[in-house]
Nanobody, 126 residues
Framework: QVQLVESGGGLVQAGGSLRLSCAASGRTFSNYAMGWFRQAPGKEREVVAASSRNGGMTYYADFVKGRFAISRDNAKNTVYLQMNSLKPEDTAVYYC???????????????????WGQGTQVTVSS
């Protein structure tokens, strides 16, 4: 079992920045590919960014490329999502997720992840 706890969400004006953190516990963090997802009211959960288990590979959804950055510190069992140039359409609940150990690489869809945090609300005002 892996437990994930997100933090860092909040209310920010358009153009501002936030840094989300996701602290993991329970198993060897460096064995897990990680991802950040978001879900807005009335919409499906969508991938925002993903990282391979050592951070050597990353993936970004087109709508966040150049604005968001995923990183991880395996020594601290934490994955981060730096969000810059935030837009009102970025408003959503943001979730981090961990994929059980498997082939090295990225996981881009929710069904590939086995563990989820409780989510943190990000609200961007115009």
């Amino acid at each position: 079992q892996v437990q994930l706890v997100e933090s860092g969400g909040g209310l920010v004006q358009a153009g501002g920045s936030l840094r989300l953190s996701c602290a993991a516990s329970g198993r060897t963090f460096s064995n897990y590919a990680m991802g950040w997802f978001r879900q807005a009211p009335g919409k499906e959960r969508e991938v925002v960014a993903a990282s391979s288990r050592n951070g050597g590979m990353t993936y970004y959804a087109d709508f966040v490329k150049g604005r968001f950055a995923i990183s991880r510190d395996n020594a601290k069992n934490t994955v981060y999502l730096q969000m810059n140039s935030l837009k009102p359409e970025d408003t959503a609940v943001y979730y981090c997720a961990a994929a059980s150990p498997g082939p090295y690489g990225l996981r881009k869809v929710p069904s590939e992840y086995d563990y989820w945090g409780q989510g943190t609300q990000v609200t961007v005002s115009s």
